[in-house]
Each structure stands twice: as structure tokens, then as C-alpha cells.
């Protein structure tokens, strides 16, 4: 199923049908479902039984092998530790992992490249005909992901598609694609949902305070979604009671009570809260915290405007080295003793 806010790029989209493009790029903000999208599009593509409005039936063989994950006229390339997250199985490449025996898993962290390895399978798969003699489709996301040697040898199957393959590429940042695997797609943007639209669809799955995670969420709602089951909402929450108090905010119980978290993510925090503040100084709106707007009001009319460049200018260059193993609790401590002089 696609969500409520995509009835209408469903809709759009089927015009495309008598003329369907072999390479389509479904790009727009991160998390608003682009990839559930893409996959419900592939089974519309596959179903032998389709709707007139495109829709898959649900029932036919195709539909049953696509759900069940095992349709031999379709891959889904994704980064591993993408794969891992989705519960998204990569076909042949994880019975061969698991082959291996788990020991190599646990020594390396699952990339987040989609690697030359995956696309090589990917031409064996395309240059093979149609096991149903319908379409063969491969979706791939994001495709932000594919490091330089896998987007090369991809392109090269983008400029001379075989017939009847499909592509279905999402993006969220589409300007890190490569301007030539760009040109060789069909672009289809996909807006943000209406906050209305979210805020119901929020509600509806028992989300509390939907407008303000939404908000926090840069208005993408399965991003709020992720928030309000996020387990450390707790520490966040307290963290930004420890950034509304300004120049009474305790460096060093920053540092203890966060050192456990991850550092990027304890930056994407603060990062958040300064963009904030720095809205509230050139009057413009709260744009992540709304709920927070009044404390905000007083830190901005309290901090020094020369000192907030250069702190931003801190936190970017931390952000920058965020994966390196460090001392997290010094690196709070030391973060958030340069936020409260801030406001010396
Ligand atoms: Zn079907």
C-alpha cells in the first residue's frame, strides 16, 4: 500500500503508462515513503492482474511471489545496513552471507554504500529475458548511495537499456547523483505531504504531539513517526529543557547523561536548536521546535550575535568527524560549555 499523501503522483503517474520511461527517479525529502512507493509501483508493474488505475491486484502469482519477496522479474538494490534496517532481503547476495557463517558479520558495521558488487549482480539479473515475459523491474535507494565505480558501471546499462527492464531509483539527495545517471532518468519529484495530511496520518497510528514532531521532523511524517517511538526521546527532551536554560545550562550533566548516545546524534540536536535560535534572531519562525518558540525568543535575545557563528562553526566541524571514536562525554561537555558562553 502507498500512503494517503501519494494518491495523486500514483495518479500522475499512470499517464506515463502507454509510454512508461525505463528509468524513473522518484526524488524528494527524506522520509516521506519514496521507497514504499517505489516498491508498490514495481508490484503494479509486475501484477498480471492489474487494476485500471495501475494498482496490483494482490492475488495473482506475481503479486503472491512479490510479497513473498521471491519474484524472479525483480531486485531491490539497497546498501546493506539499509537491507538490515528494512528487513529487505537481497536475494542470493544474503544466502551466500549466511553461508559464510555470522563470524564476519559481527567484525564490520553493514555498509552504507550500494558497492560495484551489487550492481555487477544486478546486469547478470537485466541481462537475462523475463521469466514471466512481462516487465523485469529493479528498484534502487537510494541511489545517493552508490559509490563512484557502481554508479559508472550502472550508467552504462542506463544509456542501453534492454528492453523491457525498468528502473525505479529514489533519491533523497538528488545532488549528490551523478549529473549523467541524472540525465538518463525520467526526474519525478515528490512533495512533502500538507502538514494536515500528516498530522491525521500521525494521529491515526497513536502518535501523541503529532504537529510538534512533525515540526521537528522538517514536516516528514514517518520521520516524526520514527521520533515518537524513538527510545531516547526522554534524553532529548531533557536535552532541550538543558538548551532552553541558556546560560544555566549544565555542561557537565550534558556530558554524563549523553555519553552514551551517539555523537551525530546528540549534534543533530543541537544543530536543530541553533537553526532555531538563529531563525528567532533574524525573525523568522521556529522551524524544528515551535513548541519550544517562547524559551527560544529568550536565549536569541540573550546570546551574542558574533559568538552564535562561530559556535555553529564548532558543532559543523564535529558533525565532520562525528564517525571517529572519541571521548563522547568530553566532546559534550566541551560543546555545550561553548553553547552557555554563548551567552556570557
Ligand atoms: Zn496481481
Redesign the pocket.
Known amino acids: 500500500m502507498i500512503y494517503p499523501w501519494q494518491a495523486d503522483d500514483w495518479n500522475r503517474l499512470q499517464q506515463l503508462r502507454d509510454h512508461w520511461p525505463h528509468a524513473l527517479l522518484l526524488h524528494g525529502q527524506a522520509g516521506i515513503g519514496k521507497l514504499r512507493f517505489a516498491q508498490h509501483l514495481a508490484q503494479g508493474l509486475l501484477?498480471?492482474?492489474?487494476r485500471d488505475n495501475g494498482e496490483?491486484?494482490?492475488?495473482?502469482v506475481?503479486?503472491n511471489w512479490f510479497t513473498q519477496g521471491n519474484h524472479p522479474d525483480y531486485r531491490i538494490v539497497v546498501p546493506e545496513a539499509l537491507a538490515a534496517e528494512a528487513g529487505i532481503g537481497n536475494g542470493a547476495d544474503e544466502k551466500a552471507e549466511k553461508a559464510d557463517g555470522d563470524e564476519g558479520k559481527k567484525t564490520r558495521a553493514p555498509s552504507k554504500e550500494i558497492k560495484i558488487e551489487q550492481i555487477r549482480g544486478l546486469l547478470d539479473f537485466v541481462g537475462v529475458g523475463s521469466h514471466r515475459g512481462g516487465a523485469r523491474v529493479v528498484v534502487l535507494a537510494p541511489a545517493e548511495a552508490l559509490n563512484i565505480a557502481a554508479a559508472n558501471a550502472l550508467l552504462k546499462t542506463l544509456e542501453e537499456p534492454p528492453a523491457g527492464v525498468v528502473f525505479l531509483m529514489v533519491s533523497a539527495r538528488i545532488d549528490r547523483l551523478l549529473p549523467t545517471i541524472i540525465s538518463r532518468c525520467r526526474q519525478w519529484p515528490m512533495s512533502l505531504p500538507a502538514p494536515q495530511v500528516s498530522t491525521q496520518w500521525l494521529a491515526a497510528q497513536g502518535v501523541a504531539e503529532a504537529p510538534a514532531l512533525l515540526a521537528e521532523a522538517g514536516g516528514a511524517p514517518l520521520t516524526a513517526l520514527a521520533l515518537a517511538s524513538d527510545e531516547n526521546r526522554t534524553l532529548r527532551d531533557w536535552t532541550l529543557k538543558q538548551l532552553a536554560a541558556g546560560p544555566e545550562c549544565d555542561a557537565f550533566a550534558c556530558g554524563e547523561a549523553l555519553q552514551k548516545l551517539p555523537v551525530p546524534l546528540v549534534l543533530g540536536w543541537l544543530q536543530r536548536w541553533m537553526y532555531d535560535l538563529l531563525a528567532q534572531r533574524t525573525a523568522g519562525a521556529p522551524r524544528y521546535f515551535p513548541q519550544a518558540s517562547a524559551a527560544l525568543t529568550r536565549c536569541a535575545s540573550q546570546a551574542d550575535a558574533s559568538a552564535f557563528a562561530r559556535f555553529m562553526r564548532a558543532v559543523t566541524r564535529q558533525r565532520a568527524v562525528e564517525n571517529h571514536p572519541l571521548n563522547a562525554r568530553l566532546v559534550f561537555e566541551e560543546l555545550f560549555l561553548g553553547y552557555r558562553e554563548l551567552f556570557a
Open positions: 501484477c498480471e492482474d492489474r496490483p491486484c494482490g492475488a495473482c506475481a503479486c
